[in-house]
């Protein structure tokens, strides 16, 4: 069980491209008290067969100790890894996070939620998932032929995240590894139950794992089954460690 007090003071300027970041996000301060409780049980925390990680952190950040917003923020994660064979393990992920601003404040950009990549919603690129919005970059200012509009995550104020894989050895090769996995969620504008039904996402996928002394060597493809305009459905990754 932890507790802490963090402060921190974010001063942006000469933005390359301008509007990457609003100008309410460009100067912010944080002075921020949490706590939060951990458990892990996991044989091996780089690639677990069995045991239970959790994770809960709650926060206070308000104006009356230096902050330039009043929120509060919880973010909460339970993964359990279940043996079913010998040869076979049952990994399961949730995520769940609340960001919510009172007093008429709002919650900074850099505290609001994101997802989308290797260690998330694998049908989405990174922080490609949740709302976005076009911002224009150009490689010279002054002259309007190179333009063109980027997508820029916004981040929400609330956090789903459900993966779910199975995974087993590859008896061909040695150290090769198999998974097939499904992930489910969204990062979402705004608290709301409506919202979390109709922007709900789902990927299925599947991924090769190569053991190494440093852990697992990821490959993973994920296929997102809802249609989302503007981005691609089919994501590919390579990384090292399990996704959770």
């Known amino acids: 069980l932890i507790f802490r007090y963090s402060f921190q003071r974010t001063d942006l300027s000469n933005l390359i491209i301008p509007?990457?970041?609003?100008?309410?996000?460009?100067?912010?301060?944080?002075?921020?008290?949490?706590?939060?409780?951990?458990?892990?049980?996991?044989?091996?925390?780089?690639?677990?067969?069995?045991?239970?990680?959790?994770?809960?952190?709650?926060g206070i950040t308000p104006t009356a100790f230096g902050s330039s917003a009043?929120?509060?923020?919880?973010?909460?994660?339970?993964?359990?890894?279940?043996?079913?064979?010998?040869?076979?393990?049952?990994?399961?992920?949730?995520?769940?996070?609340?960001?919510?601003?009172?007093?008429?404040?709002?919650?900074?950009?850099?505290?609001?939620?994101?997802?989308?990549?290797?260690?998330?919603?694998?049908?989405?690129?990174?922080?490609?998932?949740g709302p976005?919005?076009?911002?224009?970059?150009?490689?010279?200012?002054?002259d309007p032929s190179t333009c063109t509009l980027i997508s820029v995550p916004v981040g929400g104020d609330m956090l789903f995240i459900l993966n779910s894989e199975a995974r087993f050895p590859i008896k061909l090769i040695p150290n090769l590894g198999g998974v097939f996995f499904y992930d489910g969620g969204n990062v979402y504008q705004n608290i709301n139950f409506h919202q979390w039904m109709n922007d709900y996402t789902n990927t299925v996928g599947a991924g090769l794992r190569y053991r190494t002394p440093v852990g697992p060597i990821r490959f993973d493809v994920g296929y997102r089954l809802t249609s989302i305009p503007g981005v691609r459905a089919t994501q590919y990754y390579v990384s090292i460690g399990q996704a959770f």
């Open 70 to 129: 009043n929120f509060v923020r919880l973010l909460g994660q339970t993964a359990f890894y279940i043996p079913v064979r010998p040869w076979l393990t049952w990994a399961n992920d949730l995520r769940l996070g609340f960001a919510v601003p009172f007093a008429g404040s709002a919650v900074p950009l850099s505290e609001r939620f994101f997802s989308g990549g290797a260690d998330s919603l694998r049908g989405f690129p990174i922080n490609g998932a």
């Open 132 to 142: 976005q919005r076009p911002v224009q970059a150009c490689s010279n200012p002054s």
């Open 19 to 58: 509007d990457l970041v609003p100008p309410q996000d460009q100067r912010v301060r944080l002075s921020t008290f949490s706590t939060e409780y951990l458990r892990d049980t996991r044989d091996n925390p780089l690639d677990a067969h069995h045991g239970v990680f959790q994770t809960f952190n709650f």
